[in-house]
Nanobody, 127 residues
Framework: QVQLVESGGRLVQAGGSLRLSCAAS????????MCWVRQGPGKEREFVAA????????YYADSVKGRFTISRDNAKNTVYLQMDSLRPEDTAVYYC????????????????????WGQGTQVTVSS
């Protein structure tokens, strides 16, 4: 059974940092594009960041560019999201997701492009 398990979410003050982790099991995702998506209270899910299989190509939403960094360790089948300079508007449940198609050459930025999803981890940023 394929599982993505996020961890690292907690309450943090504005201006602080957090590192989220997403550990995959059940299959390897080393060849798949993976992403982070978030859903704030009363909001729709928002694409945050994505990373291609090699880890050398990354994509960020404008709202987090320059503050968040996505990375991956394929040996550990894990994806990370380093979040710095956090703001109250970053408060959300953060989900990781993975595509099934290997070795993507293009960016896939629609939620339906990702088949596997984690259960989410709550990040709360206080002002």
């Amino acid at each position: 059974q394929v599982q993505l398990v996020e961890s690292g979410g907690r309450l943090v003050q504005a201006g602080g940092s957090l590192r989220l982790s997403c550990a995959a099991s059940g299959r390897t995702f080393s060849s798949a594009t993976m992403c982070w998506v978030r859903q704030g209270p009363g909001k729709e899910r928002e694409f945050v960041a994505a990373i291609r299989y090699s880890g050398g190509s990354t994509y960020y939403a404008d709202s987090v560019k320059g503050r968040f960094t996505i990375s991956r360790d394929n040996a550990k089948n894990t994806v990370y999201l380093q979040m710095d300079s956090l703001r109250p508007e970053d408060t959300a449940v953060y989900y990781c997701a993975a595509r099934t198609q290997p070795y993507d050459s293009f960016w896939y930025l629609h939620l339906n492009d990702y088949r596997y999803w984690g259960q989410g981890t709550q990040v709360t940023v206080s002002s």
